[in-house]
T-cell receptor, first 115, second 111 residues
Framework: EAGVVQSPRYKIIEKKQPVAFWCNPI?????LYWYRQNLGQGPELLIR????????DSQLPKDRFSAERLKGVDSTLKIQPAELGDSAVYLC?????????????FGPGTRLLVL | GEDVEQSLFLSVREGDSSVINCTYT??????LYWYKQEPGAGLQLLTY?????DMKQDQRLTVLLNKKDKHLSLRIADTQTGDSAIYFC???????????FGQGTELSVKP
């Protein structure tokens, strides 16, 4: 079974440019998460989807960040415009609701460098 | 608060046991997890423990949970050079909620 797929793996952009990240969760997982991991830190949640509904976006900087999960499968996270402080690893995770522990499985991440 | 604390570094010799410690603050945590992150990679789930358990063993891994002290540990027996990575503990407060991660412990295994 394929794991969580993310693309691109690496992205280098200049500040003020837009950037988008894509995530394909594990088949059958209805919950999808976007986390941001700053250098030397643990990941922090940006947004959580249950199917196509964003049920927790309290940590998403809505002035420049947006996300969507059309049809409740793939998801896209966008930053426009990017700032220097957005340099980080953006991790996507998915889980299957209804299981006892709803374990979250992570993709390899997209490493963003804003110059 | 939402703090999950870990020591930053641990160095051991190959073949020794490694013990990585974690403390958390919220007594309502339901599950606690250990993830492993190798350089340039995502997070790999190692194991988890339900909050009403004291211990869980899975091959070379042993998880101990002290709910009274809000202390979690991961013991790796017969540590190998391939175990060198950053280890994150994380808690979750309710099913489907967000994971709260510690800052990670970098394990270095010397031959």
């Amino acid at each position: 079974e394929a794991g969580v797929v993310q693309s691109p793996r690496y992205k280098i952009i200049e500040k003020k440019q837009p950037v988008a990240f894509w995530c394909n969760p594990i088949s059958g997982h209805n919950t999808l998460y976007w986390y941001r991991q700053n250098l030397g830190q643990g990941p922090e949640l940006l947004i959580r989807y249950e199917n196509e509904e964003a049920v927790d976006d309290s940590q998403l900087p809505k002035d420049r960040f947006s996300a969507e999960r059309l049809k409740g499968v793939d998801s896209t996270l966008k930053i426009q415009p990017a700032e220097l402080g957005d340099s980080a690893v953006y991790l996507c995770a998915s889980s299957q609701s209804g299981t006892a522990q709803e374990t979250q499985y992570f993709g390899p991440g997209t490493r963003l460098l804003v110059l | 608060g939402e703090d999950v604390e870990q020591s930053l570094f641990l160095s051991v010799r190959e073949g020794d046991s490694s013990v990585i410690n974690c403390t958390y603050t919220d007594s309502s945590s339901t599950y606690l997890y250990w993830y492993k992150q190798e350089p340039g990679a995502g997070l790999q789930l190692l194991t988890y423990i339900f909050s009403n358990m004291d211990m869980k063993q899975d091959q070379r891994l042993t998880v101990l949970l002290n709910k009274k002290d809000k202390h979690l540990s991961l013991r790796i027996a017969d540590t190998q050079t391939g175990d060198s990575a950053i280890y994150f503990c994380a808690e979750i407060r309710w099913q489907g909620g967000k994971l709260i991660f510690g800052q990670g412990t970098e394990l270095s295994v010397k031959p």
